[in-house]
């Protein structure tokens, strides 16, 4: 083999904390549990949302008037997440929850992570199958928006971007399975 002439590759210099850090942790990945225990009391803790873009058959959007809201009282269906729960149980529990309608969870189109409040939103796409709207202490009212209609200001900034770009996927057929809103 010939011997080159180029530099050996730089290797990062890792002060004597990190190293300890690194040793600490391989010592611990014997157990697990501690290692998942140090990781849920180290790191911010958020609190995960998730909510539905649902459609109809008529490329309508499923809106609900939510009262406990102040500000923006008009958005898309959802709920926090229960420990255990997936996104698209917590999704379908709560649609039908809050309003008895059913839907069905297509799959998810964007993820909104809000530091300032420690929360995480996620947004899925939903098709409507069925049931009567029925209003709840958590929703008072419904309606279906068509790409026609004026989107309410009183919904989040975030799901209002999401709303419009969602109708004019779904006017023009091309619903995404991802959005960049």
Known sequence: M????????????????????????RVLSR???????LLHRLNPRFVVGACAVILDDENRLLLFHHPYRR??????????????????????????EESALAV???????????GDHATVEMIYLAK???GRFLPSAEVTEMRWLSADDEIPDAMTPLQRRVA??????????????????
């Open 104 to 114: 069905e969870v297509v799959g998810p189109l964007t993820v909104d992570v809000r």
């Open 128 to 130: 409507f199958v069925g």
């Open 2 to 25: 010939a011997k080159t002439d180029s530099p050996p590759a730089p290797v990062a210099k890792v002060g004597l904390f990190p190293r300890l850090l690194f040793v600490t942790w």
């Open 71 to 96: 500000i923006h009282p008009w958005g898309f269906p959802g709920g926090w997440l229960r420990k255990g729960d997936s996104p698209e149980m917590t999704l379908v529990r709560e649609v039908a």
């Open 164 to 181: 419009a770009r969602v109708l004019e996927l779904a006017t023009s057929g091309r619903l995404p399975s991802r959005l960049n809103v």
């Open 31 to 37: 157990s697990t549990r501690l290692q998942y225990f």
